[in-house]
């Protein structure tokens, strides 16, 4: 059943982006890149028993959505090599989420 939901939202949002304007698919693209900055943050909190021993994380996310938002007002570059800013954060903020948490383990 989720799948069928699943399928028919997808359906709805491609038609909404066909038939919308850029400016508010944009607005889409940008609040989305932005929130996905908390995945590694909210996994790590999940799915990791001592996620409260990597107390850093939580600043480490913060420091990267401020990043994100002053890229969009162009007081940074928008990009970091050939990859977008919100992909790099991204990458940046998984790594250092799995690399504390196999620093914890390892102290253990």
């Known amino acids: ?6 399928f028919f939202f997808a359906l709805i949002a491609m038609v909404f982006a066909i038939l919308s304007s850029d400016e ?3 607005l ?3 609040s ?3 929130t996905s900055l908390m995945a590694p943050m909210i996994f790590t ?4 028993k001592s996620a409260t021993s990597l107390k850093w994380l939580p600043f480490a996310t913060l420091l990267g959505i401020f990043t994100f938002v002053a890229a969009q007002f ?3 570059p928008v990009h970091v090599g ?9 990458l940046v903020l998984s790594l250092l989420a799995l690399i504390g948490m ?4 390892n102290k253990k």
């Open 74 to 76: 162009k007081w940074i």
């Open 102 to 105: 196999l620093w914890t383990n």
């Open 82 to 90: 050939s990859l977008r800013l919100d992909l790099f954060l991204l």
């Open 28 to 30: 889409a693209r940008i």
């Open 24 to 26: 508010l698919v944009l």
């Open 32 to 34: 989305f890149a932005g």
């Open 45 to 48: 909190g999940i799915f990791y």
């Open 1 to 6: 059943m989720v799948g069928v939901h699943s």
